[in-house]
């Protein structure tokens, strides 16, 4: 299976941006898509991003404009580049990656928060 190790996240103010990582070891060969989740208190996890057969790109309504997703598959990473954030966009941020033979597997997350 592939292990995901996310970094990048912190406190920043509205307005500000953050860029997060997400380091792939172990199984990649087989990676197909890869992408983001997050999770806020109290509320269920919801995509935000994602790269679909290593090109296609799809982003929440939420993010569209603010958020760009891009994959560097020589150096097996996953980055989220977050500008314009806001107090909404708090959260924990979570990559996965999908294997056609072994399914998904996820990071164990970073925070992000977004507060003045």
């Known amino acids: 299976q592939v292990q995901l190790v996310e970094s990048g996240g912190g406190s920043v103010q509205p307005g500000g941006s953050l860029r997060l990582s997400c380091a792939a070891s172990?199984?990649?060969?087989?990676?197909?898509?890869m992408g983001w989740y997050r999770q806020a208190p109290g509320k269920q996890r919801e995509p935000v991003a994602s790269?679909?057969?290593?090109?296609?790109?799809n982003y929440a309504d939420s993010v569209k404009g603010r958020f760009t997703i891009s994959r560097n598959s020589a150096k097996n990473t996953l980055n989220l580049q977050m500008n314009s954030l806001k107090p909404e966009d708090t959260a924990v941020y979570y990559c996965y990656a999908d294997q056609p033979s072994r399914g998904r597997s996820w990071g164990q997350g970073t925070q992000v928060t977004v507060s003045s």
């Open positions: 172990g199984s990649i060969l087989s990676i197909n898509d």
């Open positions: 790269i679909i057969s290593g090109y296609r790109t």
